[in-house]
């Protein structure tokens, strides 16, 4: 039985790069911040005494906090339309920075993580719907140009951290609140041409979007992509939550050595996010997520027995590899479930961040009771999984 859902018609033929690059430097700095909290885990863990499961409950919280609410902001706004719900997320963000950079406690570090995690929560769903409604029907285009500016972002918070956290404390968080209320301010224009495209689109004659697909093989696709999801974010934990800590046990890093590292790592997901989108326009998203899921397979691999140079080689090569699947995986949900574009937007966010830190947690209780390497030795594996993309229908575009 086919698929059908009530959407309205496409407001603009043409890309609004503007838009775009807007709604790109909004993700920046919203993952930058995101991306800082991670990065200051050796400062907390040394302020606080935590132990690995403490580190991975911060991980935990802040994903919760956000995986939980974003299909629920998704689906409600794809009936009810919020465009200043953007600025309004910030503002959660802007608070947890502020609480964070005054933390006395864990109890207070937890209560900072779980309002920058609600701050995103809101902040992905509706951010995703206004760059395909910019997108000018170059929907992966679109959403690579959103996703490298988040993963830009996440990739400077390790970078700053090192420079203007780690000599100093953290304390010098405070700082980035200026960055929040930028945020906040390009926000509140995004969110007028939005209100904008919303009272054009409101008096026009809704359209009938049709998926051709049975409605089985639609919910054997969209399992399949939460697999990959999970496979793809739960190795990602490893890395943005541990990879300080393995490269200071394994090499003996400094903190600020180890934390140059990630940042390298995570400049490589960003650079590898503009791959899969438009790449994934012009020869079919199923092979841009075989390529990135399976594709990393034989680098992660290898990568708990390799030296340190070695070590930077092949995180460069796996970031930028795996970092080209959520743009193609995200836009071929889309397809899948069209006129539900917030409420997938927020599915698959909310279900990254969540494997995120469900990732955190687990993998901070096996180093634990176990060593940071074994950690690395089993979350090799995961991309494996990419296998089970054998079973996604083909949407390749037809010549």
């Not at 697909?213 to 990602?236: D, G």
């Not at 903190?255 to 996010?273: D, K, P, S």
């Not at 990135?292 to 930077?312: D, E, K, M, N, R």
Request: glycine share 10%.
């Amino acid at each position: 039985m086919a698929i059908s859902e009530t959407q309205q018609t496409p407001p603009a033929a043409r890309t609004s790069f503007g838009i775009l690059g807007a709604i790109s430097l909004s993700h920046l700095l919203n993952d930058m911040i995101q991306s800082l909290l991670l990065a200051i885990y050796p400062l907390l863990q040394a302020d606080f005494s935590l132990s690995f499961v403490q580190i991975g409950l911060i991980t935990l919280t802040f994903q919760i906090a956000s995986s939980l609410l974003q299909p629920v902001v998704g689906y409600w706004t794809d009936k009810h339309p919020m465009p200043w719900s953007l600025p309004i997320g910030m503002c959660f963000t802007l608070s947890g920075l502020v609480l964070l950079a005054l933390a006395g406690s864990f109890g207070t570090v937890l209560i900072a993580a779980a309002l920058v995690g609600t701050g995103s929560s809101v902040f992905h769903p509706e951010s995703s719907r206004v760059a395909r409604m910019a997108s000018g029907g170059r929907h992966g285009l679109a959403q690579s140009i959103f996703q490298v500016g988040g993963n830009f972002g996440s990739s400077l918070g390790p970078l700053l951290a090192a420079v203007i956290i780690a000599p100093y404390g953290k304390g010098n968080v405070a700082w980035f609140v200026l960055a929040a209320l930028l945020a906040i301010i390009v926000l509140l224009q995004v969110s007028r041409w939005y209100a904008a495209q919303h009272r054009v689109n409101k008096g026009k004659k809704s359209v009938s979007v049709m998926n051709p697909l049975p409605r089985n093989k639609v919910v054997l696709a969209v399992c399949v992509l939460l697999i990959l999801i999970f496979s793809k974010y739960f190795y990602m934990a490893s890395i943005s939550s541990y990879f300080t800590f393995y490269l200071m046990h394994k090499f003996d890093l400094s903190v600020q050595n180890a934390q140059m590292h990630l940042f390298i790592f995570l400049f490589a997901v960003a650079a590898g996010t503009v791959v899969g989108g438009p790449l994934g326009d012009k020869i079919g998203r199923k092979y841009v997520i075989w390529g990135s899921i399976l594709g990393v397979a034989p680098f992660t691999l290898v990568l708990p027995y390799a030296t340190l140079f070695w070590t930077g080689i092949l995180t460069v090569i796996i970031g930028f590899v795996l970092a080209s699947a959520f743009s193609a995986i995200l836009v071929y949900a889309q397809e899948l479930l069209p006129g539900r574009i917030g409420m997938v937007s927020g599915l698959f966010f909310g279900f990254a961040f969540g494997m995120g830190g469900l990732g955190a947690a687990v993998l901070g209780l096996i180093a634990d009771h176990t060593s940071i390497d074994l950690v690395y030795k089993i979350c090799a594996f995961l991309p494996l999984l990419g296998i089970l993309t054998i079973f996604l229908p083909d949407n390749r575009p037809e010549a």
